[in-house]
T-cell receptor
């Protein structure tokens, strides 16, 4: 089975721009979660989607948004980019929603905001 | 506030010896705990997990211990190998929070040949 794929792998943007990142989960997985990793804050949960519905949301401003399509692929969007948004954005997929589920991570998208 | 903490940012161990990585949590709602291993420029790789109904889970060289009363878990790697050198993250989830994981800050393990 192919793993979680994320595109693009690297991205450079300037302040004020917006960006869209894409994630394709493992085949058959219906839950997709997004995380931000920075040196200062570590790995932080952004949001989770299951069956095209946002199920959980982390403590991030409204500039961060996401969606999930009927084939379980997911995108996240960051508008009005700030320097502090520079981070590794990780997507994780899981077959189910809820208890005792392992999550499988993609390689991440490295976003640099100049 | 940090709900999951890994107090040791780094750990150095000789090849063949035991590596013990520790993790503390504060949220009593957490009932499932996972360990991930991460190499630079890659996503975290799942290693082993434990639910709150158990106090130990083994998978090959990896064993996770959970002490619920102390809100503490540890990952034991025996024997340690140079290929185990990576950053290890402890993560926790609560059954009322879907698949949301709360991560610790990570411990960098270096296994010396």
């Amino acid at each position: 089975k192919a793993g979680v794929t994320q595109t693009p792998r690297y991205l450079i943007k300037t302040r004020g721009q917006q960006v869209t990142l894409s994630c394709s989960p493992i085949s058959g997985h219906r839950s997709v979660s997004w995380y931000q990793q920075t040196p200062g804050q570590g790995l932080q949960f952004l949001f989770e989607y299951f069956s095209e519905t946002q199920r959980n949301k982390g403590n991030f401003p409204g500039r961060f948004s996401g969606r999930q399509f009927s084939n379980s692929r997911s995108e996240m969007n960051v508008s009005t980019l700030e320097l502090g948004d520079s981070a590794l954005y990780l997507c994780a997929s899981s077959p189910l929603l809820g208890k005792y589920n392992e999550q499988f991570f993609g390689p991440g998208t490295r976003l640099t905001v100049l | 506030d940090q709900q999951v903490k890994q107090n040791s940012p780094s750990l150095s161990v000789q090849e063949g010896r035991i590596s013990i990585l520790n993790c503390d949590y504060t949220n009593s709602m957490f009932d499932y705990f996972l360990w991930y291993k991460k190499y630079p420029a890659e996503g975290p790789t799942f290693l082993i997990s434990i639910s709150s109904i158990k106090d130990k889970n083994e998978d090959g060289r990896f064993t996770v211990f959970l002490n619920k009363s102390a809100k503490h878990l540890s990952l034991h790697i025996v024997p340690s190998q140079p290929g185990d050198s990576a950053v290890y993250f402890c993560a926790a989830s609560a059954s009322n929070a879907g698949n949301m994981l709360t991560f610790g800050g990570g411990t960098r393990l270096m296994v010396k040949p």
